[in-house]
Nanobody, 122 residues
Framework: QVRLVESGGGSVQAGGSLRLSCAASASVYSWYSMGWFRQAPGKEREGVSSIEADGTTSYVDSVKGRFTISRDNAKNILYLQMNSLKPEDTAMYYC????????????????WGQGTQVTVSS
């Protein structure tokens, strides 16, 4: 079973940066597609970014040019570099993993972390 543990959240001012990490426990990590989601209070969960096993990435329009997803297969870690943060980026951020990319994209991934809070003040 895959275990995912997020870290790196915190409180920053608008315009600041944070780097989220998601440590995966399974040795099959490199075969999985992975993604970052976020959920703000009172709002539905939103897909932020995803990365396939071959490194192909995608982003929601609201973070394009500001966020960068990457993965270190040797360390079994998924990253989300977040720059030029805005108050509307405030949310709990979750990582997800699945052998099937489509399930990561549509939010039905098999494996989820517990989340890390990101708070951006104006």
């Amino acid at each position: 079973q895959v275990r995912l543990v997020e870290s790196g959240g915190g409180s920053v001012q608008a315009g600041g940066s944070l780097r989220l990490s998601c440590a995966a426990s399974a040795s099959v990590y490199s075969w999985y597609s992975m993604g970052w989601f976020r959920q703000a209070p009172g709002k539905e969960r939103e897909g932020v970014s995803s990365i396939e096993a071959d490194g192909t990435t995608s982003y929601v329009d609201s973070v394009k040019g500001r966020f960068t997803i990457s993965r270190d297969n040797a360390k079994n870690i998924l990253y989300l570099q977040m720059n030029s943060l805005k108050p509307e980026d405030t949310a709990m951020y979750y990582c997800a993993a699945d052998p099937v990319y489509k399930r990561v994209v549509d939010g039905t991934a098999w494996y989820w972390g517990q989340g890390t809070q990101v708070t951006v003040s104006s």
